[in-house]
């Protein structure tokens, strides 16, 4: 099993989890969302 580190993590894929992950992309921020459901479902 491979480890890679990641400093930013996103908990929670709900409206404002997707949201802050779409910013860190444009920023260029390497990140890791986390949900236990589905992403951004209610």
């Known amino acids: 099993?491979?480890?890679?580190?990641?400093?930013?993590?996103?908990?929670g894929g709900g409206q404002a989890g997707v949201a802050m992950s779409e910013h860190l992309s444009k920023c260029g921020v390497p990140h890791l969302v986390l949900?236990?459901?589905?992403?951004?479902e209610r």
Not at 1 to 11: A, H, N, Q, R, Y
Not at 35 to 40: D, H, K, P, T, V
Request: overall charge neutral; hydrophobic content about 45%; glycine content about 6%.
């Open 35 to 40: 949900e236990r459901g589905r992403i951004a």
């Open 1 to 11: 099993m491979s480890v890679e580190k990641i400093d930013t993590l996103v908990v």
